[in-house]
Structures are given as structure tokens and as C-alpha cells.
DNA sequence: TTGAAAGCGATACCAC
DNA sequence: GTGGTATCGCTTTCAA
């Protein structure tokens, strides 16, 4: 008794309708009831029936927080990216999650872009959800963070970013290539004078720590550098390139350490009436997508975020199905898309 | 017995720390843990301390699913968003999600933006959980979907637009009014010939419908518009303006459904060399920020969305919190923000 | 201030 | 194919 509820529950009292209640309903017993959801197959077409009917007649929605204790499984999964209102990232998270959904799963998201927030601290919250798989953004994190993933004992996938010791699986591509190609594709135009607009943000320096390395190895001395905030916006593009500009860059190329970046930089260069790309041409970085379509004078890097957010669904559902892993390091590369021509 | 994770568990075994565990080892019951980690307050400073360090020592992460289900609040809140993948609503959403946060909420997220996911079916998954409450987009929903979100009897707070009879509460603005205002401006410029390039979405329709309500009535005829499929892009911003101008369209005013839109518009604009704002003036709308700052040809309404993520958390905090609430229809406003000069 | 016992709503295990 | 019973890990209630 008690399992009803009446109004003489001894303890609490609760107005939602529950499986006892549609079991009651349907003249079966709870489990039966939990497997006309979840294993249909298993249960006999005509209980099926009487189970569904009871089911619409009560509008009975599962209690998930009760399953997920019972079956140590939360069907959640994690995300923690550093901030969903960049395209960047929200892009690779929708298909990430579209994925997931496809598979029962649903993903719940932190932001670890508030510095006001530990990063450890953003972690246990999460963790608290007993999710069954979780996402990260980059590699680098706190030994304290480390442990409590570890910890965790479930999967996890770090993305955006490459490393030969991942946590468990790794998806994204290297950043110092990034840099080493862009310097390369910079030689081959000829560029004499480089000026740099990069993100505070410790994958954009290494992008462009790396581009400037092959250039001062080839000779290339005529450098113009500023960094500005994390997040990227175009009002930073626009101040970076003042800045660059002032200082006395007036030709050559612009390296961006994203696209928004590169067009509040192309932005700055049209007001001033400079040609582009013939006098200042400009380089993105992260595939903004409308940057191709829109701005053609804009050459990028482009990165597949798509596949970032479908790779990793599939190797974390590999994993919480207990299916072999093909890879633990994904490097899903990418590619300079060159748009010279106007 | 059996609640200490021996081997010698009869049923189900289990490698993480739990409340007995820490309770254990700090020689209290689980209950006075529990409100070490709930109301410390409520418990003596000594207390508290062998508690403390019993959790540190073990690395305990409290169980949200268990302590959901026992208290009955999940502290959870859902949001049901067309896209993640959209500026507007991303940033929306972050700060709905900062300001619960502080608060000890976690929000959990649903794209309602695929076609094939019916909103009812999403609304139910994500009512599984047992969210505290429900931040929606939008005004309309089905029936059923109202039944559903009825019965889970959750504070509930609709967006982005108003209604004089809300499930809850509501925060927006009204999109007839927008209509209204623009095509007001638009007269006050003496345009003679107007285009829309307007996303299929509700919303947007009616924000163009009340426009060329006004606009009509005032004579202007000379009309070209053209929808172009949700969600907007920079992409289908260039294909509309491409279209328009094909029709016939060659000089006035533009009014885009979206800053994104807007965006496409004024770079298919720039690459047929017209000159903007004197010979076609775009109108955007949704205040995408860098519109101001990047494009000053460009005029737009601006929203405030920070504010309606904000309106939104107060608002289902107090009611979740019993606290009165002030207006369960809240209208934020919005303001066009003209820029004409270059 | 602290604790014992009884749930919260579901699923796992084992029988039938 | 179906059901009984014992949990899952936590909080509520009530009592000390």
C-alpha cells in the first residue's frame, strides 16, 4: 500500500500519475508496464495494447531521474563547451546532440566561458547528473578536473584539439599544423609585411606562435601583432586591424585567428577605402561558412565542426554500447580554402 | 546491510561513493551529510568539518538523480529553442542559464528546429527529466502539447513574442508593433519602392504582413518581396536580394526578417557596386550587435535579448520560489537604431 | 543538532 | 511472456 495516490499516503503526498498507476490501469504489474516502453518486443501484442491505452488515457510521462537511478544509466549526456553563443561551437553541439537524440540520448550543456566559474566546479555539477558520457572542449585541464573525469568512469571525448595521451578519445585536428600551413600558403603568396589579429585564447596563440615560427625561419620579418579578447568579435576585428593599421601595416596580409575576427578586420579595411585582397588581403580561420559565400575576397581554414560533433557522438556511443572503438585519436584535419578573386 | 558497496551485494554492485559512504567514514548518518552539503547552517561547525573532509577524501559527487527523486526537484530547467545554432536565441539562453545557475538551476536544452521532431514529442522527452520549469520560444503550441505542458504543472514562461492569455508567464514584444514601426520609418524617408526579403517563419511573416498593412494603406505600392526558408543565413540574404533585384528592384529600401538576412543582402549589394544607403538602405532586425558596429549603412530593431533571458529567469525563480510574481505579461520593447551615414 | 525509518518512481534479478 | 521483491541514492517526516 502507500503505492497509490490516495490522499492516505503517510508520508507524501503527489498529484503526478505514476507506472503503479497505469499498470492499475491496465490490469498488469509495473515492470511490465516499464517494458511496454522501453523493450516493446518483449511483451505480448494484446498487453501492448491495454498498456497504451492506459498509458494515453493518463498521459503518463516517464520519470527519467527514477529510471536513470534504478538502471545506472541517465541516458544524459554531457557537453562543456566555452560558450554556446558561438557558432563555432553551437555548430559542432547540434549535430552532436542531433545524433545522440537519434539514439535515446540527451545532451546537457555547460559553459565553461564565465571565468568567474571553476572549471572544476562546472565539472562536479555536471557530473552530479550522472551522465554517460561527457564532451569536452580542448585538452588541457587541472589535474583536479583530470581526476574527477576519471574518476567518473565513463566515457569522454575531448575535442578541438589534439593530443597523443587523450583522457579516453580524442576528436580534432592540430593546431600547430594550422599555424605551419597558413605560413606556408603566406610564403607562397609572397606576402612581405604579416599582420596578426589573434584571440586570447591559449589554441588561437598557438596558431599563431606556429605561423610566425615558419615565417621568421624564412625570412619574413615585416610582423604586425595584436591580441584581443576572448570571445572573438567583429568589433575586436575592427580594433585589432586600427591597431595593426596604425602602427604602420598598410599592405601585405592579415591572419585572423577566426573569422569573425577577419571580418570585423575586412570590415575596418573597406571604411578605409584599401583594396582587398590586392592591398591587404585577409586570412579567417573556422569556417564560418557565409565567409565563402559572402566574402570572397576572404581566404580561410576550414574546419569540418559537423564531423567534430558527429565523430564524437559515434565514438562515445561506441563506447557506452560497449562496441569496439575504431580510434581514439580522430584527426579530422582541415583544409585552406583560398578566395583570392573578386 | 547491503547499503555498503561490498561485493557481497546481493543485487547490483557499484563502485562509486555514496552519501552512506562519506557518512561512514565522517561516523554520522547520511543525513547529517546531507545537510553538510544543503544547509550547512543547519549543522554544528564540527560537524561540518569531519563532513567536509570525509567528501574530500573520497572525492564524493552527490547523486542529482537520486536527490531529485526523493526531494522532487530536479533543479532543472528546460528551454525549447528553434536553434542552438542562432545567435538570437544563443544568447538568450546564456544568460537564462547564468542567472539560474547562480541560483543552483541547470538548464537543459531542446532543439525544436528539426522538422521531424514533432514539438510534443520533444516537450515529452524533455518533461521526463522533470524540469522545476520550462522556458519556451514562441506562443504557439499545439493542443496536446498545451495538455502536456499543463499537466506537468511547472512554472512555465513563454518568448520572443506576447499573448494576451499565457500559459504562465510571458516575455517578448510584440511583432505586429514591429511591423508598424518600420513601415512608419520607412514613410518618414519617403522611400517609393520597398523590398522584403523575409525568413518562412511565424514570426517573421507577421512582422512583414503588418508592415505592408501600414504601408499599403499609405499608398506605397511598388512592392517586391520574396521568403526565403528558415533558418536565415547569409547565404539565402544574398539569394533573396538577387532575387528581388531581378524582379526589378533598383533602389529604396530593403526590410530583412533578420540581421543575418541583412548581412547576405548588403554583401549582394556591394558586389553589383550599388551604393549603400543612398540608393538601397537595408533594414534589419534583431540586433546581431556587430550590425552597429561593423555596418553602419545598415538601420535595424533591436531586441533586447540579454534582457528577455533575464526577465525570464527572475520570472520562473519567483514562482518556483512561491516569491509573487509582478507581471506574467512582461514586454520588453525593442528600438530601431538608425544608421545612415557612412 | 542529530538520527531512524519510510518513501520518491523506476528497473534488475530471479521465479514462474 | 509476466510478476514479486529488493534495491538505486537520496530526502522527508517525525522523534529524540
Redesign the pocket.
Known sequence: M??NNTTT????S?A?I???NVAKIAG?????V??A??TPD???P??LKKVREAIDKTGYV??LL??G????SSKLIAAIVPSIANLVYSSTIRLFSKSLSKAGYQVILGDSGYPEVLEEELVRTILSRRPDGIFLTGVDHSPSCRNLLLAANIPIVETWDLTPSPLDIVVGFNHMDVGHAVAKFILSKKYNKVGFVTANDARALLRQRSTLEILSQSGVSDIYATTVPAPTSLEYGRIGAKQIIEEGFDSGVIFCTSDTLAQGVLAEIQSRNISIPDTIAVIGFGDQVFAAHTYPALTTVRIDRERIGQEAADALLARIQKRPVKNKIIDIGFSIIEREST
Open positions: 502507500n503505492k499516503d503517510k508520508h507524501r503527489s503526478a505514476t507506472l503503479d498488469v504489474s509495473a515492470i511490465t516499464s517494458r516502453i522501453n518483449k511483451v505480448a494484446e498487453t516517464p520519470n527514477a529510471g537511478l534504478a538502471s545506472r
